[in-house]
């Protein structure tokens, strides 16, 4: 017989549990291909009625049964929305694969994997959309890039303005301690310009932009996933890429660029303003020095930088969000993942970024 039914009665409680659990065992070795749970009649139900329901779906699930609930009351549904239904009904990991490295191993390796594929993809999907889509009828929407453009750098600029400040006077400081011990007080304009325009500026731009801007884009189309807003833009034949990955990734990536030259500005001007203050360097002076330690390579390959970085965190967001599983919980997920991969990606095109300038310079 294909498909079996047992039909509950008036009461689901521990009284009954022992009963309709002799059932569910009588009908799944048969092994069915489909069992129906019919609850349609139960007026009465305790935590141990609905303990025996998870735990008839956990040995069908474990003999290939499918079986399935009909009739379930909104006072059930209510229950039922509070625990974790598909993890009490899945089979007990055995202790041999618990203790099995490689699988262990495979389930931590597994999704990394999966989200750099996706965002490999998305970026793929991206570039082509900016650079060919055009050329096919499918032009860049500039009011929801502007749009974008004011909520990730307007939304940054204070903090951007307060670190750069801050760690520009910090670097000025650390500077000044070790060159005065030398009389070389002025060279604080050197450390300070050139550390400030080659790396902390760009990293420390694109990590504000990374938990700012990624994060609220992954849960934002995150949101949308879950909503099925993504699905009514499909078939309303509007494609999510270009309508809206491809204006969060622009606005990052602008963002970035426009965000780390306030950066090097304010942070070079904490720097002059401790040399000032402390040191008694006056401005114009630290000001030729800086021009003798900066040249215009510097300042190409720190907006090389952002730009990358800030694209990196646009299409690391997006892809994290458009790949929404599991509700609420899958949102908060994909946030926290979209802030930590965002910052890893950053870092590792840095990496690479110094030692393509160092292999050069050699």
């Not at 379930?72 to 203790?99: H, K, N, T």
């Not at 996706?118 to 082509?128: F, H, I, K, Y």
Request: charged share 20%; aromatic share 6%; with cysteine.
């Amino acid at each position: 017989m294909d498909h079996q039914k047992i039909e509950v009665g008036a009461a689901l409680d521990r009284a009954q549990a022992g009963t309709l659990l002799q059932e569910l065992d009588r009908a799944l070795r048969k092994k069915p291909a489909r069992l129906v749970l019919d609850l349609k009649q139960v007026a009465t139900f305790d935590s141990a009625g609905l303990g025996t329901v998870v735990e008839g779906m956990r040995r069908a699930r474990e003999l290939g049964v499918e079986l399935r609930l009909k009739g379930l009351s909104q006072p059930m549904i209510d229950f039922f929305s509070l625990v974790s239904v598909d993890r009490l009904a899945s089979p007990p990991v055995s202790s041999g694969e618990g203790r099995n490295l490689v699988r262990r191993l495979g389930a931590v390796l597994e999704p990394i994997v999966d989200n750099i594929i996706a965002v490999l993809r998305s970026g793929l999907q991206a570039l082509e959309a900016i650079f060919i889509g055009p050329f096919r009828g499918q032009r860049l929407r500039f009011d929801r890039i502007a749009l974008e453009l004011d909520q990730c750098a307007g939304g940054a600029l204070p903090i951007i303005l307060l670190i750069g400040f801050l760690l520009g006077l910090i670097l000025a400081m650390q500077a000044w301690v070790q060159l005065r011990m030398w009389g070389a007080e002025i060279y604080m304009a050197d450390m300070v310009g050139v550390g400030v325009m080659s790396e902390i500026a760009p990293l420390m731009t694109a990590i504000a932009i990374a938990a700012r801007s990624g994060s609220s884009n992954a849960a934002q189309l995150g949101a949308m996933v879950t909503g099925e807003e993504i699905d009514a833009l499909k078939q309303m034949g509007i494609p999510a890429v270009s309508f809206l990955l491809v204006p969060k990734v622009l606005a990052c990536a602008i963002s970035a660029l426009l965000l780390t030259v306030i950066f090097d500005v304010v942070a070079i001007c904490g720097g002059a303003f401790f040399a000032w203050a402390v040191a008694d360097i006056e401005f114009l002076a630290f000001q030729e020095q800086l021009k003798q330690a900066l040249h215009f390579s510097d300042f190409a390959v720190a907006t090389a930088k952002s730009a990358a970085f800030g694209t990196l965190i646009g299409v690391v967001g997006c892809a994290l969000g458009l790949r929404v599983q599991g509700g609420s919980e899958g949102v908060g997920r994909a946030t926290t993942n979209a802030v930590v991969m965002s910052i890893f990606a950053v870092i590792v095109t840095d990496a690479v970024f110094v030692t393509a300038q160092r292999m050069v310079m050699d």
